[in-house]
T-cell receptor
Framework: DTAVSQTPKYLVTQMGNDKSIKCEQN?????MYWYKQDSKKFLKIMFS???????INETVPNRFSPKSPDKAHLNLHINSLELGDSAVYFC???????????FGSGTRLTVV | DQQVKQNSPSLSVQEGRISILNCDYTNSMFDYFLWYKKYPAEGPTFLISISSIKDKNEDGRFTVFLNKSAKHLSLHIVPSQPGDSAVYFCAAIIAFQGGSEKLVFGKGMKLTVNP
């Protein structure tokens, strides 16, 4: 019954690998987001998709490629992982006109 | 460039007393402000919000005050309970033409309520 679910919850991988994080929401929201919480604890937006269309891309390296197969899913694929990509990645969703976003529980990515 | 600032990293209060969490912002284009609460290993959960055209919003034990001239907002929790112990994020929304918007977060503040 989780509203916004992310998988996996933990991901440990070596530098140079390619990995994906999946996100699904069952709230019927039309906008989905990826946020990154770095080691300094800042939560920063990476991408925003509205009805499968990219609307915000916050100068994220193009090694990061979001994919939205439908408005309930927003996956994040990361190529050639680097040490600095280690962070907690949060998926979120919202509905037009409603300001409270619903967040997933996060994916802790550790690049070694 | 940190547009939403939570300058105190932590606060400790006794159960039953008031908790006051402060937040400052620099961008006058923000039109909506929110507070999120986060427990370890969970995502942030929405707590309370306030529109930039208001100066106060109350929801049960939680009240948010906005001082636009000072670009300052605060969250008051009265009475504080041990279950309120969490990290609290101040956030602001900036809207763009076309209807898209972005949520900008502060660094968070850890509140500990002691029994």
């Amino acid at each position: 019954d989780t509203a916004v679910s992310q998988t996996p919850k933990y991901l440990v991988t070596q530098m140079g690998n390619d990995k994906s994080i999946k996100c699904e929401q069952n709230l019927g929201h039309d906008t989905m987001y990826w946020y990154k919480q770095d080691s300094k604890k800042f939560l920063k937006i990476m991408f925003s998709y509205n009805n499968k269309e990219l609307i915000i891309n916050e100068t994220v390296p193009n090694r990061f490629s979001p994919k939205s197969p439908d408005k309930a899913h927003l996956n994040l694929h990361i190529n050639s992982l680097e040490l600095g990509d280690s962070a907690v990645y949060f998926c979120a969703s919202s509905h037009a006109g409603v300001h409270g976003y619903t967040f997933g529980s996060g994916t802790r990515l550790t690049v070694v | 460039d940190q547009q939403v600032k939570q300058n105190s990293p932590s606060l400790s209060v006794q159960e039953g007393r008031i908790s006051i969490l402060n937040c400052d912002y620099t961008n006058s284009m923000f039109d909506y402000f929110l507070w999120y609460k986060k427990y370890p290993a969970e995502g942030p959960t929405f707590l309370i919000s306030i529109s930039s055209i208001k100066d106060k919003n109350e929801d049960g034990r939680f009240t948010v005050f906005l001082n636009k001239s000072a670009k300052h907002l605060s969250l008051h929790i009265v009475p504080s309970q041990p279950g309120d112990s969490a990290v609290y994020f101040c956030a602001a929304i900036i809207a763009f033409q076309g209807g898209s918007e972005k949520l900008v977060f502060g660094k968070g503040m850890k509140l500990t309520v002691n029994p």
